[in-house]
């Protein structure tokens, strides 16, 4: 099969890598759909991550049922499957509270490789949902979105403690940054504030049910979200970049007893202990427990009340990752959709 891998920063080659096979009985091999390039997968491309030798990329994956190990119960050959970055057995203790990308057996999906042809799910039975039936062609980037971005974002919105009568400030505009925005809209938000310098961001924003953009950011983007709070700071603020400044632009931007929920992969981040103390902001977040909102996000994409796929303003062909990396780092693309 072919498949993208990683040699170094900025070197991505689509190659021959080898069919992935049943290894456990718990394991399910799918035909990928579609897959795509992450905001996390630029960290080692932009060399911020170290490489060390050639590795498979992506985990991000939608695709049909292929073969599935002798202990597989829950998808079959031919079902059309979602599944999310951390496979995971859904049963253990961790799993039924919620958490299931820290599940005690859950198993990295970015080292498999998911921008290829063909994948290796382990743990299929807890890490993989069926769709209802094929999905219609066009339903196929909101179902991939699911994958990640869109659970991420909604994690992010759950972690910050999102709900009717708030109002919501999201620090990033990335595509888990606007889903957030989106996460936010569904779970009743009242007011959502995007903040968000780029044209064709801020009106993808606006169609997710933002309702004030913000342009500044550092110390200013936190007197603007003050200014339109009465002096307060919003009660959620959604952190989905990863970096000092916007998670220090999350802490500031939430008043006295709000919460930030803190999704950007965090890279050199540290937090001031006495400025935190005196906050009284409540914060959660890391690697999003996707799995457990992949029922409520495919129905809600199944029945059309929601599109998360209008992230995907780029679709390429697997053969053509390098560029997709390319378009992305460079922000050319928002997100980018391969084709395998
Ligand atoms: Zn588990």
Redesign the pocket.
Known sequence: MRGAVIYGPGDIRVEDREDPTILKPTDAVIRLAATCVCGSDLWPYRGDDEVNGPSPMGHEYVGVVEEVGSDVRNVKPGDFVVGSFFA?????????SGY?S?????EGMGGLGCQAELLRVP?AD?TLVATPGMPDADLIPSLLAASDVLGTGWFGAVAAEVGPGKTVAVVGDGAVGLLAVLAAKQLGAERIIAMSRHEPRQKLALEFGATDIVTERGDEGVAKVKELTGGLGAHSVIEAVGTQESMMQAIRSTRPGGHVGYVGVAHGVELPGLELFFSHVHLHGGPAPVRDYLPELIDLIWNRKINPGKVFDLELPLEDAAEGYRAMDERRAIKVLLRP
Not at 88 to 96: A, G, H, K, P, Y
Not at 102 to 106: E, F, G, L
């Open positions: 995971s057995d859904n049963t253990c203790e961790i799993c039924r299931q820290s599940c005690v057996q859950r743990l807890g």
